[in-house]
């Protein structure tokens, strides 16, 4: 993971998630967003550390991966609020904890 993130992204540290869009029409028609590279360690250890059980984690983990492959991101706070809203109302719709405690979600 921490040579994919410096290769792909310039950071040489390991991460949690990485994706990759692909944006791209396959031959049926079904768009293919693209693939997500997660590190099964730190989501284990973010488990622990966020008092979070693993399956909600890895939930967790997926959303926020495929929201940037939909193009959310988070570089700045307006994004990062935008983004976060999103993904505590996608964890509540399949009955896990909000990820993240904010004010107006």
């Known amino acids: 993971m921490k040579n ?3 290769k792909y992204r310039g950071k040489n540290k390991s991460t949690n998630i990485l994706s990759f869009p692909f944006n791209s029409f396959i031959n049926t028609n079904k768009k293919l967003l693209g693939d997500l590279v997660l590190c ?5 250890k973010e488990s622990l550390k966020y008092k979070k059980t693993l399956e909600s984690r890895w939930a967790h983990m997926i959303i926020h991966g495929t929201l940037h492959l939909l ?3 988070h570089k700045n706070k ?13 964890m509540l719709s399949l009955n896990y904890e909000k990820p ?5 979600s």
């Open 4 to 6: 994919l993130n410096l």
């Open 40 to 44: 099964k360690k730190i989501i284990e």
């Open 71 to 73: 193009g959310y991101d």
């Open 78 to 90: 307006k994004e990062k609020n935008i983004m976060e809203k999103k993904e505590n109302k996608i």
């Open 100 to 104: 993240y405690f904010m004010k107006n």
